[in-house]
């Protein structure tokens, strides 16, 4: 079987830059893919110099010629996914209709889930902060055989609608006893509103199966934009601060409906410093004013962490919500290596690296876990039990840098960031190819 298959995966909590690379990555391919989550991604691609967030249709699709897929793994807003048709077409992307194909296995993310997504969050002692896009309930729903996929949308009205009074009898009777009852479900109403979107989205609705066997067959390039991250995935990140998929290298391939046998290269994808969006355990993070809801506390004096979020703009892509910010840490790098299959990354945001490092003073890098009594190089999966978050300790760059247009080759770039890479590279045993220098798709340095 040919390798013709990239993929391109979060090494930590995501936001890493990884629509951009995608993005880049797919000028050299012929399909570019979705294959995990739905649209509690937020991937931004700089188009014709605007930005555009994108939560469902891969960033490859502003190329020409480019075919983008969204897979069986996927979960499916499908008013989220119209409006971003509608928006890419807007913004002037051509011929969207011919080069987008939707799997018709994808699961059907519907508003009962969001209110699910909701009311769990409610009812937790540590909620997760979801981005409430109603991914868990859906991928529920899918485990327990009783979700709805894309093709659902395309019977007789009277069919869905006895598929979705089945979805939903348990779900009526937990909104009843919370009190919920505006969010009980009228099945006949909302099967008249999701048969309408099937008919809107029925061109685009395929069996992604034959597409591969010619791919494969031609050696014609495949990328698969992956989503969220490899802390976040729900058997690979810290349990329960994860998401519902498996957004890792093989969770990718899955979701693609793809085999591993075609894998070709992975890409890594990873900031210069590190973010997170919502709770649970980060081991570089900085002080910054943000409370235990995630909201920024106003008027507060501006901490390291908050430095980092303004100098890289760090506000969710999806929720506008601020990320926490903290160091670089290599050793959550090197597991995702040997976790997720790792063969090089694109570390983003190198020029922002330079300017908090201009701003505070130093950067560091995290290149060891004190934890236990114990120095460890991998993040250790008992913490929960253990109460106790792995300490980082830091190797320390004094001052920062600035990354200017004259500068297009690695050679080029400022010692002390080559330094930094360098680093980054000894910790993680990964080696660099790409480097970010700016938000732009082209905004990148290849290694050579
Ligand atoms: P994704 O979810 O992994 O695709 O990442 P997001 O789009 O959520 O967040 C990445 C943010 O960083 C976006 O605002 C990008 O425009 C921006 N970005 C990506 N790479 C770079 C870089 O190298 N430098 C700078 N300054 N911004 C970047
Ligand atoms: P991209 O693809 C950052 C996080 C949420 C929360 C946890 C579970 O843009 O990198 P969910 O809604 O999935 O049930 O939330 O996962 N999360 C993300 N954080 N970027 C994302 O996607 C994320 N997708 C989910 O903040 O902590
Ligand atoms: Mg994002």
Redesign the pocket.
Known sequence: MNNCVTVVV?CKW?????????SLTSKNAKFVIRATGGSN??????YNGK?V?LHLIP?GITYPNKIGIIGPGTVIEPKVLLDELALLKDSGVSDIEDRLKISGRAHVVFPWHKDLDELHEQVKEHPIGTTKRGIGPTYSDKATRKGLRIYDLLLPVDELEKKINEDVFLHNQLFLANNMEECVVDSKKFAMTFAEYGQLLRPYVTDVLPIYMETIKNNDGIVI?G?Q?FRLDNDDGEYPDVTASHPVTSGCLLGAGLPAQALKLVIG?D??YNTRVGNGPFPTELPSSIDENGNLIPNQPKLEGDIIREL???Y???TGRPRRCGWMDAVMLRTAKYGCGIDVLCI?????LGKIGMELGYVKVCVAYSYMGKIINYYPDNTRLTHTIPEPVYETIEGGWKIDESMRTFDSLPEKAKQFIEIVERISEIPVKF??????ND??IEKK
């Not at 995501?14 to 995608?22: P, Q, R, S």
């Not at 991604?41 to 700089?46: D, E, M, Q």
């Not at 983003?348 to 922002?352: A, I, K, M, V």
């Not at 480097?435 to 732009?440: D, E, H, I, L, S």
């Open positions: 979060g995501g936001d890493e830059g990884k629509g951009k690379i995608a991604a937020g991937h931004t691609v700089i930005k967030a960033g934009e989503a991250a994808v900031k210069a890289g703009y760090e969710g892509a999806t983003n945001h190198l020029d922002t480097v970010g220098t700016g938000p732009a905004d990148i």
